[in-house]
Structures are given as C-alpha cells and as structure tokens.
C-alpha cells in the first residue's frame, strides 16, 4: 500500500513539475506584464472604430499619380495639375510634375490655389489653345465643380491618388503623436515608478515640471541673451533646470528619512513650494524668449524619429537594466517589500531612499525642460497636475502602491494605455467631459484588478 | 478535574466531520479526514506544519468547501458557503493573528457589527454591562475603556474570545493561542478554557506546546500530509506517543546536543544598556558555545540582540570580537564585522516574502556578488544551490518566493543569507518558533554544526526544554537585567530557570 501511495505522489509531483515549468515563464509575465494585453485590446478596439477611407496625400502619392497617367497615355501626355495651396498639396503636385517631366510627358501647368484660380488657369489654356490631355487632382480639388464648367475639361480624363481602406488610429503619424505626447509624462513616470516601489510617493513632479522650465528659460533669457544664445548655454540651461529639481529630490528624501515625516505630506509641502517659486521667478509669466537650438530637444528628431521617443526609450531601457540588474534595483524592491527585513539585513535604507527622490526629481525637471522645449516657452503654468497624471501610469501599469511589487516596463505600458484611451477617445469625437469620467473608471479598474491578483483584502490585524 | 466532565458517550458529538477532503491545484490538502468534538470537550488537533490543520479549520469556518465529506453540528448536516454561515451555527474562530480593531475599545469590539442600538443611537450602558458580564464569566478583569492596541496580547486574546461568546459560539477553535504569552498568562488562558469547559463549550486547541496538550486536552486528533493519523484519548496523551504520530517515526532524542570544547572567547558584551529595556547587561560567548538567554516575554532578551546588532542605538556599553572594540551603529555596520541575527519574527522582520528565495539569499552579501553595482547573478545562484544542498532546504527552485516555503525552510534561507556572510557571531531568536518537529530537529542539528566550526551561538528562546537541552550554558534576563546563570544545562531544571525568570 505504500509503494501506491509513492508512486500517486510521486505523479502528482510530476504534474507539479509541469505546471510549474509553465508557471514558471508565463504566470510572472502576466503577473508583470498583464497590462500589455489590455494595451492590445484597446489598440484593437480603436483601430476598428477608425478604420475609414484614406486618401494618400504628399509627394509619394504625386509620383503614384504621375506613373498612372503614364502608363494610360504615354509620353504624349499633356497633364494639368490642380491642387490646394497647403503644405501637402504642394509636395504633392511638386512630386507629380517632377515626375511626369522625368518620364517625359508635358506638364502643362500646375495650379496650387483655389477655385478661382483653377478656372483662370483652365481660360488662360484655353485661349492659348492649349488642349490638356489628363487632369491630376486629389481627393479634394476632384471634388471641385468649376473642371465641369469648360469644355476644355469636362470630358478630360482625370487622375487621382488611389485611396484605401486603414484606420486612422494606426497612422504612422497618429502613432508617433501620441508617441511624442506620452513621452513627458513617461520619463517622469519612471522616477515615480522607484518612489512608488519603496513604499513612497512622489507629488512634487508636477511642480518641477514648471520649475525647470523656468529655471532654464530664466538662465537663458537673463544670462545667455535670449534668442540669441549658443549652444553652449542652452546646454547649461538644460542641466541647470535638471540639477535645481534632483537638488529639490534630494530635499524630499532628507526629510522623509532623516526627519521621518510621511513621504505624501513632504512632497506635497514641496509641491506647494516649487510651484510658488516657479512663479515667484518667473513673474507668473511665460518666458519665450529662447533660441533655436533649445527647441531641439522637444522638436528635432533623429532619422525621422522625433527626440523625446528616442530619450523615453533610452531611459526605459537603462531603469530596465537598473531595477533587474543592479544592487542599487535590488535594493529599492527590498525596502518596499518589507523596510524593516531590508534594514537587519544591511542594506543602506537613508542612501537609497535619498537617492530614489533624487532620480525622481532629476526625471520630472527632464520632463520638464523637454516640455518646455516642445512649447518653446518656460511658463509656471506648466506640469500642472502631471503627478496625478504619472501616479496613474504607474497604478495601471501594474504597480502597488504598497511597495515591492511592480516593474518599470510595466509603467511604459500603462502610460500607453492612457494615452491610447485619450487619443482615441479624441479620434472617435467622444467629448472631453465624458474622457475624463472613462479615464477615472479605468484607474479604478485598474487598481482593483491589482487587489484582485493580492488575493484578498489586507485586513490590518492589531499584532 | 477533567474527569468529572469526561464527556459522555451516546450522546450526539457537537461536532462531527466525516472523511472531509479537500485539494487544491496541485496540492491534496486533506484526505478523508475524521474530527468529532463533543461539548464540555477540549480537543487537541495536532500536526506538523502543512499536515492539513488550518485547511480543515478553514472548511469548519466555511472560509473554503470541501471537495468531498460531511460536517455535522449537533447531528445535523450543514454545509457551510461563508465564513457568516458558520458564524451563524455557532462556531468561533480565533486565529493566530486576531481581528481586531486596534484602535477601538474592548466593548466596542465586541459589538462590532452587532451594536446594540435605538434608533441608531448606541445604548452604551447595555454593551458595558453585558461585556463587563462576559469578562467576569471568563474571570479575567480587562479594563473597557482603553484602545485594544494598549492591551497586552493575552488580554486581546480574552477579548477575541468574549467576541466568539456574544455571538453565541458553541465550538471554539483557538489556533496557536499561547505562541506570544508569558507561563503566567499561558496558565491564566487555560484557566480560561477549562472554564468555557465546564459551561458546556467544545473547544478545539492547536497547539505545538505538548505540554499544554497534555495539560488540558481531554482527546486529540493527529494528521499527518493530510491525512487522518488517529484520535488519541486522555490516558494515551503522551508526549513521546504525540510526537511520533506526528512525525510519523521514532524520535529517540528531541535535542541532539553535542558537546563542542569552548575556545576562546570571541563576543564580549559589557554595561550594555538602553532605557528600562536593558539595563547593565555584561557576557562572553566562547568559540563552539551555545549561549542561551531566556526569561519571561519583554525581559529584554531581544533587545540586547538588537543592541549587538545595532538595530537600536545602544544608551551605553562596549561590544567586542575576539579582543576589538566594535563600532556598531547599524545592522549594515554588524553585518560587515560577521554578527547576524535571526529574528523571531521571520515573517515581518527576517525575509522579503514577495521577493525569491535568491534575493533573500543575496540580499546581505551583494557586496560580495557584485562588480561595479551590477548584481552577478550567476554566482549568487551558484552559492545559493551550495547551502540549498548543505542545509537541505527544500524549495522548488530559486525563483520561489520566499512566502510559499514553510517556516522550517524559511528559517534556513535566513540562516543560509547569513552564513554566507561568513558569519562569526549566530544570534538566533526564538530560531524554532512556529516550526514543526521534524523540521526543529534539523534546525538543532545545524546549531550542532556551526558550533562545530567555531562560531560563537547566542539562542535566545522562551521553550525552557529548547534552552535547556541545546545550550552550554544559559542566561536568564528579568526586567532588563540579567538575574541568574545556569553553568551546567543538563543538570538544571526548569523550575531553577522560572525562579531566576520571575526575578
């Protein structure tokens, strides 16, 4: 009866085993990562509700156009091209003539401006019997009623770019503007994200957002001449602005553990307290007074990809590497999950903590110069509600506010996931009021999904 | 006394639980498992840690269902969906840590939720007389006006119990009740209980306390991997009998001490002091030796490890290590000169339990598992495996979180953090609290083996036979002070050490 018994065991072990090496890859990535499903969800869901027709646009279409009329008429072809006076349309009937003339065929004029400049242009070839063989519209000028008025063009054949089924969501243009936008509230989410860990909290970010940019524009403006400073100074600037919020970090991590007072009470002092200053520097002003080489920053990109994506991404990756990989990450898990463990077993809790405020600090006066430079203005105004903003992120990306549990990645993602709701919210014409109660609910949601994965409520018991 | 009351047969059991079982995924927590009480009746349940005790008083309690099984209550069937159902058939359970509410009076907690009231309007003298009736029932004074916070432990434990009797409990269960009390307030509890006894009341009592089993417990049931060991009645309760049901085999020696030679002295502790907690305590502990410190709870025993351990800043006093003068302001700084501590209270103090077994493990000695701030995980896997095999420690693998272990192999992951710390100085608190039999038994044997390798051991405990039967030489603390000094264990007597304990 024994050896039965054995061997029951031993195959309830083995399934164990199974299920544990499962468990063992899976069920951390969900714990983890889960989020990342619902920021595919709502990909998902606002890709369907904006999918419509697109009508392509610029100098790819253009040439796509001028290929067309080509392949239909040969060299013979003798096109009048009409198009709106905006930037795109430009560049599209820019490509479509420059292409048509590099295969050979007459371009016979190239309108970009109004109606009535279209029916000047079509009396003006017809008076010097010039008689087009092709009109090249896009979706827009095909739509105009005044090619129906002269013979000249009422039977021409007219070419436009083809449009297509996609959804609005999933343009590369949309992406990369709600990219760009998150990227701010991203970078000073990963400070909050430390904080956060170690059982603290951070509501001072907001305030160093408008502080540093005021710090800098100030130096700029009263320093370094203004529009006119170099590039030198708006380096300085930069650090200026970025060093005055890890000094006002470090201020927050002094008194929460030397004078042991409550992180939300300190930061929430200090929140008071920077934005009071940005104001107070700034003369409750905006300061635009700034050169060009301090928009680059917030507004330039690097191989078509615009430089605050390209700093988020480069900071996620590095905390990536600082929270998995480093002591000083293992550390900050280690005091949140249980500060009193940490301390008996030797790990420097006032260093930490000091420094965790720091990188915070330094993060949100980042945030806030990248602010300032894609506004191109320093103003106290900004960062206004931004820690709620970031607190938000990290919760739904799947950090407790307990401390302990959470990763960095997961923050990235439910930044995501409010910037995708918001953005497609904006897409799908839901007005603003309602956003804001849709926004509220998923913070609910998501907070309670992580007491969910906790089991059950943590009664506090009295031992 | 018991006999008078024995409980008689024929009549229909209070409580009878038939081949329950009950599993959970990838575990079969019970297996048709029998428990019958009977009023007036204390029923001892026994079992090793994960023999399935708290899963079965989690099914009577209606916190889970189980799989398969009866419960009957006075001979009728029930089947409890909530822990309200059950509440309401009149079982109370006290768990080890209590509910409740620290900031309200005892009064008040005992109507919570069940407030008797006007209109809304709370009728004050009613809820103060008829709790002043409960304690006088239970003959225990407890003051009802004083936030339950400022009662000591074995008070709240009175009022939890008063809670279970407003609201009409038949069958107690008491989990561990006696783990943070004083002897005196162990023999004012189960004073208690025999009184509850006499009312009428079945009581079920865990306990890992023999002695008290076999002080007060008129039957007991033992399981083991749960499973359904056997019913023992009052005349075969023994100790010996208890422990090898338990266990499962014979244990010849509940204590394998070894004698080591002493060495020379490495720790030595003068005038240390701090406020009234430990006042002008001066020791050497000897390479090979087994200190043990005891005494009644807050007699300061703790405390002068914390002081060692610079875990609390000392008022005065010297802490030396083989002839240096330490400077100690912080466990960071202790850790670095080779003191560890093992604190009672693992759970709290000792491990990071949402955290890996290897994080744990590596937490102290990052230093040494590090380059350049970047942890090297490699080698702290490597040596981590090292202890696992060297301390047997039984963990799936190294990602486990510190919470799904049992307390014996938590005590290990703790002791092997620490030793790969190269540790010279052991101070252990309470090291086999809340750890089963067999699993103490291992604990002992690695006391044995670090006193071997010349560490000097400081074990501090309250389990006078513990003390007793693994130091080399014992000191009892009494208010802070140190009152007396047992040279020779083994032939020292447990009344000897109360005398030095009360002071």
Redesign the interface.
């Known amino acids: 009866m024994a050896s039965q018994q054995d061997s029951r065991i031993s195959g309830?072990t083995e399934?164990?085993?199974t299920?544990?090496r499962y468990s063992?890859w899976l069920q951390p990535f969900v714990r983890d990562y889960g989020m990342s499903f619902v920021l595919l969800g709502l990909i998902g869901l606002f890709s369907i509700l904006t999918y419509t027709e697109q009508h392509p646009t610029g100098s790819d279409a253009g040439q796509q156009v001028a290929r067309q009329i080509f392949q239909q008429q040969g060299a013979a072809a003798r096109v009048l091209i009409v198009g709106r006076p905006t930037a795109e349309d430009v560049a599209f009937t820019t490509a479509l003539a420059d292409e048509l003339r590099h295969l050979g065929a007459t371009v016979l004029r190239v309108i970009n401006g109004d109606p009535a400049a279209a029916r000047g242009a079509i009396l003006e070839l017809s008076e010097s019997g010039q008689q087009p063989t092709a009109l090249a519209v896009n979706d827009v000028s095909s739509r105009w009623s005044v090619f129906a008025q002269f013979p000249t063009t009422r039977e021409l054949p007219s070419f436009k770019p083809q449009s297509y089924y996609w959804p609005n969501f999933l343009k590369r243009s949309n992406l990369m503007g709600v990219a760009n936008q998150t990227a701010v509230y991203a970078i000073i989410a990963i400070g909050m994200t430390l904080v956060i860990l170690t059982g603290g909290i951070d509501l001072s970010v907001g305030s160093l957002v408008a502080l540093a940019s005021v710090v800098s524009a100030l130096f700029l403006r009263d320093y370094q001449g203004g529009a006119a400073a170099g590039v030198g100074g708006v380096i300085g600037a930069t650090l200026l602005g970025i060093i005055t919020c890890m000094i006002v970090g470090g201020f927050n991590g002094v008194m929460i553990t030397l004078f042991r007072l409550p992180p939300f009470i300190v930061t929430l002092g200090v929140m008071l307290m920077a934005s009071g200053l940005a104001f107070r520097l700034a003369a409750g002003a905006s300061i635009p007074e700034l050169p060009r080489a301090y928009f680059w920053l917030g507004g330039g990109t690097i191989s078509g990809i615009p430089n605050p994506i390209l700093m988020m991404v480069l900071l996620y990756a590095v905390a990536y590497v600082l929270m998995s990989?480093?002591?000083?990450g293992?550390?900050v898990?280690?005091i949140g999950?249980?500060p009193?463990?940490?301390?008996?077993?030797?790990?420097?809790m006032t260093p930490c903590l000091i420094g965790v405020y720091m990188i915070s600090g330094c993060l949100a006066g980042l945030g806030g110069i990248v602010l300032s430079s894609m506004l191109q203005a320093g103003d106290p105004k900004f960062g206004l509600m931004y820690e709620l903003e970031v607190i938000a992120s990290v919760v739904v990306g799947g950090t407790s506010l307990a401390g302990?549990?959470g990763k960095v990645l997961g923050t990235l993602i439910g930044a995501f996931i409010i910037a995708v709701i918001k953005n497609g919210m904006n897409l799908t014409n839901i007005d603003p009021f309602n956003q804001k109660i849709v926004l509220g609910a998923v913070l609910l949601t998501a907070v309670w999904l992580d007491t969910l994965k906790r089991g059950r409520w943590n009664?506090?018991?009295?031992? | 006394m018991s006999d008078s009351i024995a409980p008689q047969t024929g009549l229909v059991p209070l409580l009878r639980m038939r081949s329950v079982s009950k599993s959970f995924p990838g575990v079969q927590a019970l297996r048709s498992v029998e428990l019958t009480v009977r009023s007036g009746e204390v029923h001892a349940l026994l079992g090793e840690n994960g023999a399935g005790k708290s899963t079965l008083i989690k099914i009577l309690g209606g916190v889970h269902q189980p799989d398969d099984g009866t419960i009957e209550i006075a001979g009728q069937s029930v089947a409890f969906t909530s822990p309200r159902a059950a509440l309401d058939a009149g079982i109370g359970i006290i768990y080890q840590e209590f509910n409740l509410a620290p900031s309200l009076t005892a009064t008040e907690n005992l109507f919570l939720g069940q407030e008797r009231s006007t209109w809304g309007f709370l009728r004050l003298q009613q809820e103060q007389d008829r709790a002043q009736d409960l304690f006088s029932r239970l003959g225990v004074p407890i003051p009802l006006d004083v936030p339950c916070h400022e009662l000591s432990i074995a008070q709240q434990q009175i009022v939890e119990i008063a809670k279970a009797l407003t609201k009409e409990a038949r069958l107690l269960v008491m989990d561990e009740p006696t783990t943070a009390l004083t002897p005196a307030e162990v023999d004012r509890l189960l004073a208690v209980i025999c009184e509850l006894r006499t009312q009428g009341l079945g009581v079920i009592y865990i306990s890992h306390r023999l002695d008290e089993v076999e002080q007060i417990a008129d039957r007991a049931t033992i399981l083991r991997d749960g499973q359904y060991v056997g019913t023992l009645a009052r005349s075969e309760l023994e100790r010996q009998t208890m422990i090898e049901w338990m266990v499962g085999r014979q244990i010849e020696n509940e204590f394998p001490k070894q004698a080591v030679a002493a060495g020379a002295v490495r720790l030595e502790v003068k005038n240390l002091r701090r406020g009234a907690a430990v006042r002008d305590v001066s020791f050497q502990v000897r390479a090979g030796e087994v200190l043990g410190i005891t005494g009644l709870v807050g007699a300061g025993r703790t405390e002068v490890a914390r002081l060692i351990f610079g875990a609390d800043r000392r008022d005065s006093g010297s802490v030396h290590l083989d002839g240096r003068t330490l400077s100690i302001r912080s466990p960071r700084d202790a850790i670095r000169e080779g003191i560890c501590l093992l604190t009672e209270d693992r759970k709290h103090q000792g491990l990071l339990l949402e955290r890996s077994v290897r994080e744990n493990f590596g937490l102290p000695n990052l230093r040494e598992f590090s380059t350049g701030g970047f942890v090297r995980q490699r080698q702290e896997h490597l040596a981590w495996s090292g202890f696992r095999e060297k301390l047997q420690i039984k963990v799936p693998h190294a990602e486990t979180l510190a919470t799904h272990l049992s307390g014996g192999n938590q005590q290990k992951v703790v002791l092997a953090k620490w030793l790969q710390a190269n540790a010279e100085v052991i101070m252990f608190d309470e090291p086999t609290r809340g750890i089963d039999v067999g699993a103490k038994y291992e604990i002992y044997l690695l006391i044995n083996q670090l006193a071997h390798a010349g560490k000097a051991i400081i074990m501090i405990s309250s389990e006078l036979p513990e003390v007793l039967g693994m130091s080399d030489r014992i000191l009892v603390m009494h208010e802070g002070w140190i009152t007396g000094e047992v040279l020779d264990p083994s032939r020292a007597t447990q009344a000897q050490i109360m005398q030095y304990a009360i002071g």
Request: aromatic fraction near 10%; hydrophobic fraction near 35%.
């Open positions: 309830e399934k164990r085993a299920a544990l063992r990989r480093t002591v000083f293992r550390y898990y280690a999950s249980n009193e463990a940490a301390r008996l077993s030797g790990v420097p302990g549990r009664t506090k018991s009295i031992r």
